[in-house]
C-alpha cells in the first residue's frame, strides 16, 4: 500500500524537504508561487530578486503590505512566506540573477529552477545557465487573463531561445521626429524628450525635427527664410535639447514654445511631407491660454482621475506643473545629475502624458487617458491576481512531476480567457524537442548576420549584436583568420581600444567567421559575416532566416510538431517577439485550424490542428508556428482555439 504523507507519497514528501530549489523573481508570480512551495512541503529554498516594492505592487502581489514599500521583495517575500511555514529554509538575495557571482556552480545547488520573471534577458540567462548546469528549468508567465507554464530539460524539450524572438518593436527616428501618425508615436517621442531634458542623453533618441529626413526632400536655405519661429520665445537654435533648456532655466512656457510651436513650424517648412498627410497646428502657449482656458473648467470625461482625458489647456497645465517639478529634483541631485524615467514615479508620467497628448493633439490624433499612455509608456498589460496564482500552481504540479522523475508527463500549459471547445481553461500541450537549429542550445550554435562590415563598430558588435540581440553577459570575441585575433576581450581595459573601430578595419570581411564565447554561461556561438551594404535605413543589422514578419516554415513531421514558446512576465511588458503580439510577451496564440462547423469538430474528426497567426492590434505582428499533428497532441485537448 502506498503510504502518504499528506496528499503527497511518502517517497515525494521526503525529497520536498531535503532538496533544494531556486526562485528567480519575487513579483507578483514570485509571490504566489513562494507561499505554493512552503505550503506543498518544499523545506529549501532560495529566492532572487533586485527590485523594491512599490505601492503599484500591492494589488496583486500579496506578501507584501504599504509598510513594506521600498523594501526588498526577497527579503520581505522571505519573512512573510516563513509565517506560513516557520521551519521552512529560505534565502533571499537582492540581486540580479546576471550578477556573475551566480555562475554554473551556483545553479548546479539546485535540482529545480522556477522563473517568475519581468523580463526576456533574465529569461535568456537563466535559460542557458540552465543548460550549461543541465537542471531543470520551469518557465512562466502571465499577460492579463492570459498565462503559460513550460519545462525545460537539456536535451530533451526546447530550450527558452529555440524559438527566434527578435528585439523589441521599434520606430523608424524620423517618423518619431516628424511625421506621427498612431498615439504610441508621440509617446515614444515624449519619453525621449525626458530623456533629452533630463536624463541621459541619447543621440539616438533625438527629439527635434529630422532634417535629413529622406522623404522631405526640401531645401533648408529656402526653408530657412519661410520659417517664422518666434525668437523672442524660443530662440530656436540648432543646439542640444539639454543645453537650450539649462540655457533658460528650464523655462516651461519658452519649452513649450519650442517644443510645440516652433520646431512644429520648422516641420511645416519642409513642403514634401505634408502633401499627402495633414499639417500639424502649431500650440503657442499665450494663445491657448487665452482661448482654450475658458473652456477647461472641468475635465472633458468623467471617472477615474487616471482615465479622464483632458482639453490642451489642461496638459498644458500638467506639463508646466511636471516640468517644474522635475528641475526641482534635478536641481537637489546636484550639477551632473540625472532622473531616470519610470512609470511609477508620478511627475516623470506627468510629464509624458502631458508632452505626448500635446503633441497628438498638434497632429490631429485623439488624446489619451493616463492610464492608457501608462499602459504603453510603461510596456504593461495589467495584471491580475488570479492568472498569477492559477499559473504559481501550475509551476508547483509540473515541479512535483520533475521530482517524482515523471518528466516525460510534464507539459507546456496554457491558460486561456474562455474555455475551448471542451469547456476547458487550462489547455496542455506535449513538449517539444530542441530545435536543431537553435543558436543556444544546439550542439554547436551557429548563427548569419547581415551587416556593414565598413560601418558596423566593434562596440555596435558587442552591445546591440551579442549582448541585446543574442543575451550573452560578457562576450569574448576571435576573429577565425589563422591568428586567432581576439577583437573583443571581457576582461576590463584589454580590448576598448577597439571599440570605435570598424570591423573592416580587423580584415573582417563577407564571409569571415568570430568565435563570441561567455565564460558565465558555459556559451559559445559561432558568427558567420555576410556584408551588405543594401540594410534599410536606420538597420544596422539583420540575422539571416528571421525577418520579423516571416513565420517560420510549416512541417509536418511528428517531431517538429506543437511548438509552443515559453509564457512570459507578470508584469506582462511587450514581447519583443515577432512571432507573438506585441502585448501579450510571448504567450502563444493557438487555435482549430476548421473555423466551419468548429462547434461541431473534435480531436477524432480532425488529422491535425493548426497554430495560426494573430495580428496584433496596436503593432500589426503577427505570431505563427508549426503545425501540431494529433501523433503528439494529447488526445482531450486537440481542439485548441484561439485565446483571446
Not at 542 to 571: F, H, L, M, R, Y
Not at 614 to 638: L, M, N, V
Request: overall charge negative.
Amino acid at each position: 500500500m502506498v503510504q502518504l504523507v499528506g496528499p503527497l507519497r511518502k517517497e515525494l514528501a521526503e525529497t520536498l524537504s531535503t532538496c533544494k530549489v531556486l526562485v528567480v523573481g519575487a513579483g507578483g508570480i514570485g509571490c504566489e508561487l513562494l507561499k505554493d512551495l512552503v505550503l506543498t512541503g518544499f523545506k529549501n529554498i532560495e529566492v532572487i530578486d533586485l527590485d523594491t516594492i512599490d505601492v503599484s505592487n500591492l494589488n496583486r502581489q500579496f506578501l507584501f503590505q504599504k509598510k513594506h514599500v521600498g523594501k526588498s521583495k526577497s527579503q520581505v517575500a522571505k519573512e512573510s512566506a516563513l509565517q506560513f511555514c516557520p521551519s521552512a529554509n529560505i534565502v533571499a538575495y537582492h540581486d540580479s540573477i546576471m550578477n556573475p557571482d551566480y555562475n554554473v556552480e551556483f545553479f548546479r545547488k539546485f535540482v529545480l529552477v522556477m522563473n517568475a520573471l519581468d523580463n526576456r534577458a533574465a529569461r535568456n540567462h537563466v535559460n542557458r545557465m540552465c543548460l550549461a548546469a543541465d537542471i531543470p528549468l520551469i518557465e512562466s508567465g502571465t499577460a492579463g487573463y492570459l498565462g503559460q507554464v513550460s519545462v525545460i530539460k537539456k536535451g530533451l524539450t526546447e530550450c527558452y531561445e529555440c524559438q527566434p524572438k527578435p528585439t523589441q518593436k521599434t520606430f523608424p527616428g524620423c517618423t518619431i521626429r516628424n511625421t506621427p501618425s498612431e498615439p504610441i508615436h508621440c509617446i515614444v517621442w515624449a519619453k525621449y524628450l525626458f530623456n533629452q531634458l533630463f536624463g541621459e542623453e541619447d543621440a539616438d533618441q533625438e527629439v527635434s525635427p529630422d532634417t535629413a529626413d529622406p522623404e522631405a526632400a526640401w531645401n533648408p536655405e529656402d526653408a530657412a527664410a519661410r520659417a517664422t519661429a518666434s525668437e523672442k520665445d524660443g530662440d530656436i537654435k540648432r543646439v542640444s535639447t539639454k543645453e537650450w533648456a539649462r540655457s533658460t532655466g528650464y523655462d516651461s512656457v519658452k519649452l513649450f514654445n519650442k517644443l510645440f510651436k516652433d520646431d512644429i513650424m520648422y516641420l511645416l517648412t519642409m513642403d514634401k511631407l505634408w502633401k499627402k498627410r495633414t499639417a500639424p497646428k502649431p500650440l503657442d502657449w499665450h494663445q491657448v491660454e487665452k482661448n482654450e482656458s475658458p473652456k477647461e473648467s472641468e475635465c472633458t470625461s468623467t471617472g477615474l482621475k487616471d482615465q479622464q482625458v483632458l482639453g490642451v489647456w489642461g496638459y498644458s497645465q500638467l506639463f508646466q506643473q511636471s516640468v517644474e517639478t522635475l528641475r526641482s529634483q534635478l536641481e537637489k541631485k546636484g550639477e551632473g545629475a540625472e532622473l531616470v524615467w519610470d512609470k511609477d514615479d508620478p511627475p516623470a508620467m506627468d510629464f509624458v502624458t502631458a508632452a505626448a497628448n500635446l503633441r497628438m493633439h498638434i497632429f490631429s490624433m485623439n488624446m489619451k487617458s493616463r492610464f492608457d499612455e501608462k499602459s504603453m509608456a510603461g510596456n504593461i498589460i495589467p495584471a491580475i491576481a488570479t492568472t498569477n496564482a492559477v499559473i504559481a500552481g501550475l509551476i508547483v504540479l509540473e515541479g512535483l512531476k520533475i521530482l517524482s522523475g515523471e518528466i516525460e508527463s510534464c507539459r507546456s500549459i496554457f491558460l486561456n480567457k474562455i474555455p475551448n471547445l471542451r469547456k476547458k481553461l487550462l489547455v496542455p500541450c506535449v513538449l517539444d524537442p530542441p530545435s536543431a537549429n537553435c543558436y543556444v542550445c544546439a550542439s554547436k550554435p551557429e548563427v548569419t548576420v547581415k551587416l556593414n562590415v565598413n560601418k558596423t563598430m566593434v562596440i555596435s558588435l558587442q552591445d546591440r549584436i551579442l549582448k541585446e540581440r543574442f543575451g550573452m553577459v560578457a562576450p569574448d570575441v576571435q576573429i577565425e583568420d589563422g591568428k586567432g585575433t581576439i577583437l573583443i576581450s571581457s576582461e576590463e581595459g584589454e580590448t576598448e581600444a577597439n571599440n570605435n573601430k570598424f570591423l573592416s578595419d580587423f580584415g573582417i570581411r563577407n564571409g569571415s567567421r568570430l568565435q563570441a564565447d561567455d565564460f558565465l554561461q558555459d556559451y559559445t556561438l559561432l558568427v558567420n559575416v555576410i556584408h551588405t551594404e543594401e540594410l534599410e535605413r536606420d538597420v544596422e543589422f539583420e540575422v539571416v532566416g528571421e525577418a520579423p514578419d516571416k513565420a517560420p516554415t510549416p512541417q509536418n513531421k511528428p517531431e517538429d510538431a506543437n511548438n509552443i514558446t515559453n509564457g512570459n512576465k507578470d508584469s506582462a511588458q511587450p514581447s519583443t517577439s515577432s512571432k507573438a503580439p506585441a502585448d501579450d510577451d510571448d504567450i502563444m496564440i493557438v487555435d482549430s485550424d476548421d473555423d466551419e462547423g468548429a462547434a461541431s469538430s473534435s480531436a477524432a474528426d480532425t488529422p491535425s490542428s493548426h497554430k495560426r497567426k494573430h495580428s496584433d492590434a496596436e503593432t500589426g505582428e503577427t505570431s505563427a508556428k508549426r503545425p501540431r499533428t494529433d501523433q503528439t497532441a494529447e488526445e482531450d485537448d486537440d481542439d485548441i482555439i484561439a485565446l483571446d
